[in-house]
């Protein structure tokens, strides 16, 4: 069964603290994205990576950066959480072939005062 | 960047009413991909079109993709409690990337 695992369900941090959110996959997938998910807004797309050590901006970069060194690893991180970070992220892993069906995990809902 | 419209944003319905939603795009789509995402987890795949004028289902759940392959609709017949959430619809355009829409947030009235 296909598994995308998010390190933390819920997380408080503060302004300005460094805040890395991890997601793990089970399923060999090339491809892994992280997206923020805002009400009215959908899912907006911040990072992806088409293989180990390979990134590229998404539509909402600012702010964050990403890093994979293993393939069933994809990790967020922002440098210096601001308030306007608060949000659920999702990350998604898709795996080669003709079928564009991404698979998430649970999200993880950041609040930062 | 690209943008789809996805609408109703949200909707209010008794049990067993039928419910529709689509999304436009002003760009072409190669595929249309339609996603459930319940109270408090990720999204998660419904249906999967490829084809302009494919009509697929799910159980109650059928979805097309439309010939002018700009724009797909997602119909839910006789909604039961579990369907409520919020439903998003996404095309892959011709970089291979997936464009999401808003969603449609579907409650059921008590």
């Known amino acids: 069964d296909v598994k995308v695992t998010q390190s933390s369900r819920y997380l408080v941090k503060r302004t300005g603290e460094k805040v890395f959110l991890e997601c793990v996959q089970d399923?060999?997938?090339?491809?892994m994205f992280w997206y923020r998910q805002d009400p009215g807004l959908g899912l907006r797309l911040i990072y992806f990576?088409?293989?180990?050590?390979?990134?590229e901006k998404g539509d909402i970069p600012e702010g964050y950066s990403v890093s994979r060194e293993k393939k069933e690893r994809f990790s967020l991180i922002l440098e210096s959480a601001s308030t306007n970070q608060t949000s659920m992220y999702l990350c998604?892993?898709?795996?080669?072939?003709?079928?564009?069906?991404?698979?998430f995990g649970p999200g993880t809902r950041l609040t930062v005062t | 960047g690209q943008q789809l419209n996805q609408s109703p944003q949200s909707m209010f319905i008794q049990e067993g009413e039928d419910v529709s939603m689509n999304c436009t795009s002003s760009?072409?789509?190669?595929?249309w991909l339609w996603y459930k995402q319940d109270p408090g987890e990720g999204p998660v795949l419904l249906i999967a079109?490829?084809?302009a004028g494919e009509l697929t289902s799910n159980g109650r759940l059928t979805a097309q993709f439309g010939i002018t392959r700009k724009d797909s609709f997602l119909n839910i017949s006789a909604s039961i409690p579990s369907d409520v959430g919020i439903y998003f619809c996404?095309?892959?355009?011709?970089?291979?990337?997936?464009?999401w829409g808003a969603g449609t947030k579907l409650i059921i009235k008590p």
């Open positions: 998604a892993s898709r795996g080669t072939g003709s079928s564009y069906e991404q698979y």
């Open positions: 399923m060999d997938h090339e491809n």
């Open positions: 990576s088409y293989d180990v050590k390979m990134k």
């Open positions: 760009s072409i789509f190669n595929t």
């Open positions: 079109l490829y084809k």
């Open positions: 996404a095309g892959r355009d011709s970089n291979y990337q997936l464009i």
